[in-house]
């Protein structure tokens, strides 16, 4: 089949989507979309393009059985900008191919992140990786003392450059705060499970708000695949079995058994539940029996 075109990844292509003070997400090509992943799909089958609703019933279908080889036909490419400390996080997904800029051969630009005054908040007294509600003390005087150190910093920088030393080793010395970039490609199936992870409301905010900005990409390039992504995996709630457990007990009027954390855990999962807003339910996919 010829190259899928997708108008509204068209209109994204090459058009910075602005994140945290200084970085950015531009979707720099994609190949595929979701009709690319129909056609993948209906190979097994032996059938060609169906109907726009036998299409979407389709996808859902895939998605809601964890048939994930489909969606790996649909690929992304971002060009990103994010601080160190952002993309240490980010490399951890290793399911894709990357490029970045490398301080060997390029000198390293001026530009630290600064973090927003309502992002500075204090330590979480019961999560040891996160920052909790309260806001810190004389944030903006941290605020400035952290800009002070990244000017000093870089300042030292221009000068073992400007001294002679190799920009492999004058590039030591400069904090995590640095901006890089790189080059991102990953397939749909793996960019959902980056997304299902980093736009959590657990994950650190830095990169949340740069998965966001990429969820907006593959929205545009995959709206029923998308779609189904939010139906079945974003809106979804998974239960471990001693939840499962606890649930049963629930709707049999019985008390919960769970207390402490796993009765918080629980509780939070619940709470996701009760809120969930469901898409349109898509027609039933029935596949073709053996």
């Known amino acids: 089949m010829a190259r899928s075109i997708v108008p509204e990844a068209e209109a994204l292509l090459d ?29 097994s089958y032996g059938s060609g393009t169906k109907s726009y609703r036998q299409d979407r019933a389709l996808i ?18 971002f060009h990103t900008k994010m601080p160190i400390f952002v993309a240490r996080q980010w490399v951890r997904h290793r399911t894709a191919r990357l490029n970045e800029i490398s301080g060997r051969y390029s000198v390293m630009r001026d530009e630290f992140y600064v ?51 190799a920009r492999e080793i004058a590039r030591a010395n400069l904090p995590i705060s640095l901006y890089t970039e790189w080059y991102w490609q990953m397939d749909f199936h793996n960019l959902c ?58 709707l049999s009027g019985k008390a919960n058994p769970l207390e402490g954390r796993p009765l918080a855990i629980f509780q939070e999962k619940m709470n996701k539940m009760l809120a969930a807003a469901p898409a349109e339910a898509p027609e039933e996919f029935v596949p073709p029996s053996q």
Do not use: W
Not at 17 to 42: C, H, M, N, P, T
Not at 60 to 77: A, D, G
Not at 208 to 228: H, I, S
């Open 193 to 250: 499970r980056f997304l299902m992870l980093r736009m959590d409301s657990h994950a650190q905010y830095e990169i949340r708000v740069y998965a966001e900005a990429m969820a907006k990409c593959a929205r545009a390039v995959a709206p029923m695949a998308y779609e189904a992504f939010e139906e079945h995996i974003l809106g979804s709630v998974r239960f471990s079995r001693t939840e499962c457990e606890a649930l049963s007990a629930l």
């Open 60 to 77: 859902h279908y895939l998605m809601r059985n964890e048939h994930t080889s489909p969606f790996e036909q649909v690929v992304l490419t």
């Open 15 to 43: 058009q910075e989507i602005k994140v945290l003070d200084k970085g950015f997400v531009r979707l720099v090509d994609y190949l595929g979309g979701d009709e690319r992943i129909v056609q993948s799909a209906r190979v």
């Open 115 to 165: 973090p927003d005054p309502n992002q500075m908040r204090v330590q979480s007294t019961d999560n040891k990786q996160a920052r909790g509600d309260e806001a810190v003390e004389g944030a903006e005087q941290i605020i400035a003392e952290m800009q002070t150190d990244q000017a000093h910093l870089y300042r030292h920088y221009e000068g073992m450059i400007e001294k002679g030393l």
